[in-house]
């Protein structure tokens, strides 16, 4: 179990009881250790990433010790939108809020940065009003049945639509839909955005990857073997 491990309490107010323990259920088997290592992510990646990281960049991020990995296929498990001096702006089971580049690195195994693909007369204002979109959400509760819902939201799903509302259209789609478990066996969850999905984005370039990651002959982020 994840020393993080706590009980989830931000939810909406009209949330049933139902839902929140549901939710606190989710929480608690994501949060079993499965493998013991020490975080994977190295200070090489550390000052590369820190050179390389704009406004506006999108880091996705894999931590393969916990359970969460199973339910989220990929090398890659969590999404986050980088805002400006180091810090960054994620959904996660406690709500939307923020995270440093630091965190990012004392927790995650794998990394990977992506870069909007914005027309540059575009770009300035593209990016100011989708990290705009994404501070206003501070605080808002987690979305644990990963339905499109109002005042709710997952990891990719902020994003998607902080640019969105921005009017840039990142370009993902969700490649897993045949193969994941989540999908078929438990909610039927339908075009669920993965964080893998954003590596595959027709309007994301990738500018980094980690160390233990590379990029296949199908063009698919992948952990390199034997790592």
């Known amino acids: 179990m994840s020393a993080d491990y706590h009980i989830i309490k931000n939810f909406k107010a009209n949330s049933s009881i139902a839902k929140k323990i549901f939710a606190n259920i989710i929480f608690l088997f994501s949060n079993i250790k499965i493998k013991y290592h020490d975080n994977l992510l190295n200070y090489s990646d550390y000052k590369k990433v820190i050179k390389i990281l704009r406004r ?16 989220i296929p990929g090398p890659v498990t969590h999404s986050i939108l980088y805002i400006s001096k180091k810090r960054m702006i ?4 406690d709500g939307v809020s923020t995270i440093t580049i630091k965190e990012i690195f004392r927790t995650y195994d794998t990394l ?10 575009n770009k300035r204002k593209v990016i100011y009003q989708a990290i705009g979109f994404a501070k206003k959400q501070l605080g808002i509760p987690f979305n644990f049945d990963f339905r499109p819902r109002q005042g709710e939201f997952f ?5 998607d639509k902080a640019y969105k509302k921005a009017g840039f259209d990142i ?8 193969k994941d478990i989540l999908d078929q066996n438990l909610w039927k969850i339908k075009d669920v ?13 990738l500018v980094f990857l980690s160390h ?3 990029k296949n002959k199908k063009g698919n982020i992948t952990i390199i073997e034997n790592f």
């Open 171 to 178: 370009g993902a789609s969700n490649s897993e839909k045949q």
């Open 90 to 93: 994620h959904a996660v089971a």
């Open 155 to 159: 990891c990719t799903q902020l994003i």
């Open 112 to 121: 990977a940065v992506l870069r909007p693909n914005i027309k540059r007369e």
């Open 212 to 214: 233990n990651l590379t």
């Open 56 to 71: 506006g960049d999108i880091v996705v991020t894999g931590c393969l010790k916990y359970a969460s990995s199973i339910f």
């Open 193 to 205: 955005i993965y964080p893998v999905d954003l590596t595959q984005a027709k309007n994301l370039d």
